[in-house]
């Protein structure tokens, strides 16, 4: 059992790199790629713990990426073995990107304080460590009661059509992809589920569209998806020549309902997944 999209607490996910490493391996993971949102300080903490724990570790990183207008929900892309120690050109963008996301974060904590919610910016980033996020916000808008669940928060607060919304800085999906194949690494559309399309012809046309920028891999599994979505992303694979991927995306007390490798419970994601990543 392989699990090769996870997070810690450095960027959305609540177990430490060292958790995370313990959990793979009571879960009996074969291998554990770590996956957090714009940041590299949980997967460089858990390189030393995984070795000593013989756990086949693998590089990667999520990113939220612009598709069409701003208005239009991100679209989130998986670079998986990244060149080590990541490339300067990479570290920069980053840099930049969390520049503009704790920029975007004071204006929040602003926009929520007059919308009469007491959220500062402090406990945020307190929570988030190297990248603190609309989740974060989401968390204490539920611990102080002002929601009754995170989907609340969003739907009531920081969805892109609530009124607590403030736009950052994405990169454009195109810009990300060369970023990541130029740096080494396999991109690859996370969770396609998430499309949202109203149709599969539209869906498969947008996937098209993203192979011919570039993009080289498609997460087929993932636990948010069905049976049945997961042999219509394999077919897009085969037919527009994409690499496969596969992961829980765990969270840890985040996505309570998400355990390592096997997702909801059923989800079950090939061993030569990762023999084909890395061939
Ligand atoms: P940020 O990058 O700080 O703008 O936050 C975006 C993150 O918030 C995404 O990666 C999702 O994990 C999470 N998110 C976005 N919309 C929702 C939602 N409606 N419910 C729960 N989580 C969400
Ligand atoms: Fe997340
Ligand atoms: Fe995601
Ligand atoms: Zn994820």
New binding site residues.
């Given amino acids: 059992m392989i699990d090769l999209h996870t997070h810690t607490r450095e960027s959305?996910g609540t177990c430490s790199p060292q958790e995370l490493v313990e959990a793979a391996r009571r879960a009996g993971l074969e291998a554990l790629g770590i996956t957090d949102?714009?940041t590299f300080a949980g997967y460089e903490q858990a390189v030393p713990l995984a070795r000593e724990a013989g756990l086949p570790l693998i590089c990667g990183i999520?990113l939220?990426t612009a598709w069409g207008s701003p208005k239009e929900?991100?679209v989130?892309l998986l670079g998986y073995f990244i060149d080590a120690p990541p490339p300067p050109a990479l570290l920069d963008r980053l840099g930049q990107i969390l520049t503009s996301?704790r920029d975007?974060?004071r204006r929040l904590a602003l926009k929520l304080q007059s919308l009469g919610c007491d959220i500062r910016i402090e406990e945020v980033e307190a929570m988030g460590r190297s990248l603190?996020?609309?989740?974060?916000?989401?968390r204490l808008l539920v611990a102080k009661g002002y929601c009754k669940d995170?989907?609340q928060?969003?739907?009531e607060y920081?969805?892109e059509s609530a009124p607590a919304y403030v736009q950052?800085d994405e990169p454009a999906f195109e810009e990300a992809v060369a970023l990541t194949n130029q740096n080494g690494g396999i991109s690859s559309l996370a969770h396609p589920v998430r499309l949202g399309k109203r149709n599969l012809e539209e869906e498969e046309k947008l996937v098209r569209r993203m192979a011919g920028m570039g993009l080289r891999a498609i997460e087929v599994w993932h636990s948010d998806h069905s049976p049945a979505d997961e042999q219509r992303f394999l077919a897009y694979a085969r037919k527009y020549g994409l690499k496969v991927t596969g992961g829980s995306d765990f969270?840890g007390g985040a996505k309570p309902g998400v355990r390592l490798g096997v997702g909801a419970g059923k989800l079950r994601i090939p061993r030569d997944v990762l023999e084909q990543l890395r061939a």
């Fill in positions: 959305d949102h714009d999520e939220s929900k991100s989130h996301r975007r974060n603190a996020g609309r989740p974060h916000f989401a995170i989907s928060a969003f739907r920081l969805d950052r969270h």
